[in-house]
């Protein structure tokens, strides 16, 4: 099959990580795929395929008609058999380039969040009941991303499924000698990931574990805030700004904890990342981190808003039995090896296109079956 991805912009942003992840996964099954981006951005993509940036003016996005022909271009000169909108302005591009230039190619929407969390007017629901109503299909990242969307598109209930997020299994080193004492957040600096209220909690940790420090990896709008933020409060010889990383896996193999008090979350990757490199999770229960983070068993699931419960949490993480800790990290390293392995998160997303595409079900999975084999 030939699938076009269309991704915000070069950045190492969750949507953007796993499009390349799942698009790496699907040149080696033996399909053609090609990745534009839309705006302009300096990350690296993690992806082994070609790369084709749109270039766009962000200040644009909401009348682009030029963008939108180029689009339609593109579709007309790779002729794929599926378009997927991983989040953000991409499924308004994809639709309104449809719209306007009548390719027909089916439009997949790649839902990474809990939408109705950024629905404020009756406008906004309006203008996104137009565009859901000209997908053909969504793929939900979690449960609940399914059903909050359902539940404000009614119409549909036939045209979605969940399949989460999944990662690459690396192969991780036996032993991982922990030299620092400090627990990581990974996520970029915008409200969502509740960075202000993370050094409130922070403060209160710190009070009580003087040697912990706090690592902050990633970028975004709000970080000069938040490093304004981390000096009034005292803070910054213990909290540190790490920026954008191309790899965390070797932070989150030396991390006592990985710490998450989002408020809003579709299904992070970076859970599911710690989990694999059996590093205990603690997290607020927003969107569909509940699905994997089962309190006390894969990891500590807090009540959203709760800071003297994420306090608590983390604190009893500290003071665990080592084996009562290793239990849990093994058992949530083996949820991801068996539940999220971007190999059999492929395959489902492949069954997806092979669906649109007119194949039918019987085929799907002997088809897929020859296409891994080559």
């Known amino acids: 099959m030939k699938i076009l991805q269309l991704i915000q912009k070069p950045q190492l942003r969750g949507a953007e990580v796993f499009a390349c992840q799942l698009s790496n996964q699907l040149l080696q099954a033996g399909h053609e795929v090609l990745m534009f981006s839309l705006f302009p951005g300096d990350s690296p993509l993690p992806f082994a395929g070609k790369h084709i940036p749109l270039h766009r003016p962000p200040g644009n996005r909401f009348f682009d008609y030029r963008g939108w022909k180029l ?61 859901m109503r000209n997908v053909t299909y969504v793929v939900s990242v979690s449960d609940e991303s399914s059903m909050d969307l359902v539940k404000l598109f009614p119409f549909m209930q036939n045209r979605i499924r969940t399949i989460p997020i999944g990662i690459d299994l690396p192969a991780l080193p036996s032993t991982t000698t922990k030299t620092k004492s400090y627990i990581v957040h990974i996520g970029g600096f915008t409200f969502e990931k509740n960075h202000t209220r993370l050094l409130h909690i922070f403060k209160r940790l710190h009070e009580r574990h003087p040697e912990l420090s706090l690592w902050l990896v990633g970028d975004g709008p709000l970080r000069k805030m938040i490093e304004q933020q981390t000096a009034e409060m005292g803070l910054s010889s213990v909290v540190k700004f790490l920026g954008i990383q191309n790899d965390v896996m070797p932070l989150l193999q030396s991390a006592k904890i990985l710490v998450l008090p989002s408020v809003i979350e579709g299904l992070p990757g970076v859970i599911l990342e710690a989990m694999y490199c059996k590093i205990p999770v603690v997290a607020y229960a927003v969107g569909g981190v509940p699905e994997v983070v089962k309190n006390r068993v894969t990891g500590w699931l807090v009540q959203a808003g709760d800071e003297a419960g994420f306090v608590n949490a983390v604190n009893e993480v500290l003071q665990l039995d080592a084996g009562k800790l290793t239990e849990i990290t093994d058992r949530a390293h083996q949820q991801v090896v068996s539940g999220f392995n971007n190999k059999a998160i492929t395959k489902k997303f492949v069954e997806v296109y092979l669906e649109l595409a007119g194949v039918t079900n019987n085929t799907v999975s002997g088809m897929y079956a020859q296409q891994q084999a080559r």
Do not use: H
């Open 71 to 131: 689009l339609a271009q593109c579709i007309y000169d790779f002729k794929p058999d599926v378009v997927q909108a991983n989040a953000g302005d991409t499924l308004k591009y994809a639709v309104l380039s449809k719209l306007l230039f009548r390719w027909k190619a089916p439009v997949v929407f790649r839902n990474g969040s809990v939408m109705s969390r950024y629905i404020q007017s009756p406008v906004v629901k309006a203008w996104n009941a137009f565009l």
